[in-house]
Structures are given as C-alpha cells and as structure tokens.
C-alpha cells in the first residue's frame, strides 16, 4: 500500500504561482509512476502531468504545456507541481496518483490516489 498526500494548494491571482507538493509513504520502494490530475465541478478528472519513476521522462496536458512542471525528489519521496502563470481556468482540485510502471494520462490505470487540494485562481 501506498499513502499519498497533497498540500500546496490555495487562492491566487491569475497570472500567480503555486507549487504543490504529494508525499508518499508506505511501500514506496516499488518504482513507481507518478502524475497529477484535477477535477473542476461538474467535470471528468482529467491528466494534468505524469512523470518516469526516475524522473527521465515527463509529460503533460496541452492545457497546461509550458506553464506547469513536474518533477520527483525520490529521496524523500515527493512529487511536485509547480503552476505557473495561473488561469480562471486551472480552478480545480488537484490529486496525486501513483501507479506501477510507465505514467498514463489515464485515471483508471492508477492504484493509489490521494485526498487532493484544492486550487482557486480569481480574476
């Protein structure tokens, strides 16, 4: 088993940064892919970022390409969101989701989920 837990999240200005943090414990021996994913009301949970096991290998939604960035300390098995130049529309709660093997932009495909937090960008 894996625990995931988010933190980082809060209100901002369009235009502003936020760097979100998940922290991992339990069985985090096992390679294990990360991402991130948000759900705004209404709306599918949808991929946001994913990122390798070693951090080699990255990918993100159009959406957000060349704005947000994520990236792994496996030391201290953590994975980070940073967020940068916010919109109105990047409102949305944000989870962290691990599974084993490659990153997928699919929710479905991951094992273990954290509890979220929640992003709000005012205009």
């Known amino acids: 088993q894996v625990q995931l837990v988010e933190s980082g999240g809060g209100l901002v200005q369009a235009g502003g940064s936020l760097r979100l943090s998940c922290a991992a414990s339990?069985?985090?021996?096992?390679?294990?892919?990360m991402a991130w994913f948000r759900q705004a009301p209404g709306r599918d949970r949808e991929f946001v970022a994913g990122?390798?096991?070693?951090?080699?290998?990255?990918g993100s939604a159009d959406a957000v390409k060349g704005r947000f960035a994520i990236s792994r300390d496996n030391a201290k098995n953590t994975v980070y969101l940073q967020m940068n130049n916010l919109k109105p529309e990047d409102t949305a709660a944000y989870y962290c989701a691990a599974k084993v093997g490659y990153y997928s932009g699919s929710s479905g495909n991951y094992q273990y989920w954290g509890q979220g937090t929640q992003v709000t960008v005012s205009s």
């Open positions: 990122i390798s096991w070693s951090g080699g290998s990255t």
């Open positions: 339990g069985r985090t021996s096992s390679n294990y892919a």
